[in-house]
């Protein structure tokens, strides 16, 4: 059963209001990539193939409101493919 969008919606929130916190804590944008990637990832998992899309355009536009990125256009960590061993 495919998760409801509402679900996938609160975890994309969820990463999205701890993203001041993890950047502040991180020491450089490398570490900070390193923490936002396994939850990303999850909620890539979670999503599922038929919502990836969606998902990915997500989390880029939270990583450009934040001036990780310069565009949510431009992919700062690999795809997400939640088949990858972690």
Known sequence: MAPAPDDIQSLLYG???RL???LADA???EAFLEAFDPQARE???VAGEE??????TELQRMLA???????????PIDP???????
């Not at 919502?51 to 990915?56: I, P």
Request: net charge negative; no cysteine.
């Open 27 to 29: 020491a450089s944008r």
């Open 51 to 56: 919502r990836s899309a969606y998902v990915r």
């Open 65 to 75: 409101s934040q001036g990780v990125i310069e565009s949510p256009f431009e992919s």
């Open 43 to 45: 909620i890539a998992e």
């Open 20 to 22: 001041p916190s993890m």
């Open 80 to 86: 997400i493919d939640p088949t990858k061993d972690q």
């Open 15 to 17: 990463l999205e209001s």
